[in-house]
């Protein structure tokens, strides 16, 4: 069984299928023909996420007979994902869904329709250009992750087809398009990063406005890339864990017969396979802004709605729902000795702590964004995302740059209790978070042995102001606590001044008594709330 058999004649679809392969549905070679001719999306970005995810959900829109257009891929950063992972396999992949209870569902990618290099070195770029001129074409989109919309002066002055860095080269297809006619097009970001849209927006605009100080280019094109009626920046929001290729997901693989199971490791250290594994919990809600028509990705599940919408989803799972659980568990599971977060889940008193952190304290703050049911999100996080055995994440991994993490992941929700004048004194599992901080930063565990922080800019400044206190002395001065948690940049206010800081204090010289206070302490609380 491999995928190139699936575009040859006398395949046996029915032994594929018998073994729980999904197949597509669909004419692929009509789908690329037409493609070919009349392209509607290109999507920057190649990676594991993409085939997971937009081409998955297009492929499901393809199946549904709600589209007859594909996507193409063009990559702008590791050129041997092209060469290794689409080519060999005809554009093909395998999508492996990785269920909670340890089974897998295996469904065959076949939405790619081309995969192209983007840079103009290679002959792809012609071909780009060509598409970028096509009055078809109604997106681009991305995931290229939030480093990818970088830009710098030195790019900035290559000028007009010489930038190296990914949003140039696509302000260079830019205005390919603007001298075709000044058509119509919506660059979607489809990357998980808070108002996704604005970022590639200020990295364009930050282009063109150079290319047209420097006379590389017209006016028009400006004013064409900022007029909303031609040309748009949606926001959106995605959530979806795509790990690595898991060792257990390529055995039972290789137990069906299925080939194309090689791991792939480029020289830019990209970790890929013709198979992307993935959790099945999948979200992406969009900003409904297109000006020449949309792929129908609501047929396989992305939610279309308002830029007010997407921003209080995104508001939900980054201060509510998800990342203030993960940061929780971060904290104590690398205190604890934990190195997979679906192992921490299994602890009662950690399992306890995220439940209780997100229906009880944090809950009553949200706004409930209407497309998504913020009860129904937390449940699907504590029950099916977090417990998952096949998600290789480890709390050390969510653990880097906690500093930065704080102030938006609890810092927002103390604000709004405080505004909105609720009872502070029902925060008892924020403030124990904030206090486990204090007593990670010592770099040892609950049994004494050290273990190394993860990796945070603040790291070596916050250490040396909890330097003093020491695990396990007795009677000792805990008055530099005063200078953490009075940090704004830390915690995003002064934990004194609203009210919480003499609790977190009293919290810390629990946590700070002796070998297993730590465990002693977490316990207490999650039992007692």
Known sequence: MKLTDILKGGLDAAAWERKGYQLPRFDIKALREKTFREPTWVHFGGGNI???????????????????????VAETFDFEVIDKVYLPYDNLSLSVSLCPDGSIGKKVIASVTEALKADY??????????????PSLQMISFTITEKGYGFNEADLSRGLGKAVFALGKVTALLYERYQAGQLPLTVQSMDNCSHNGDKVKAGVFAYAQRWVADGMAPQGFLDYLQDARKVTFPWSMIDKITPRPHQKVKELL?????????????????FTAPFVNSEEVQYLVIEDNYTNGRPPLETGGALYTTRDTVDKVETMKVTTCLNPLHTAMSIYGCMLGYTLISAEMKDDDIRAFVQKLGYIEAMPVVTDPGVLNPYEFIGAVINRRLPNPFMPDAPQRIAMDTSQKLPIRFGETIKKYIARGLD???????????AGYARYLKGIQDDGTPFEPSPDPLLEQLQAIVAPLEVGKPNQDYSCLKELYSRVDVFGLNLYEAGLGEQIEGMVRELYAGPGAVRATLHKYVTRR
């Not at 290789?254 to 250290?269: L, P």
């Open 121 to 134: 070195a290679f002959p792809d770029w012609q071909r780009l250009v060509d598409i970028f001129r096509s």
């Open 424 to 434: 502070m004194s029902n925060l008892v599992l924020i403030p124990l978070t904030l």
């Open 50 to 72: 993409f085939r997971a995810f937009p081409a998955s959900i297009l492929n499901d829109a393809l199946n549904a007979g709600a589209c007859d257009r594909g996507v193409i």
């Open 254 to 270: 290789e137990a069906d017969g299925f080939e194309d199971n090689n791991y792939i490791e480029t020289e830019k250290h990209t």
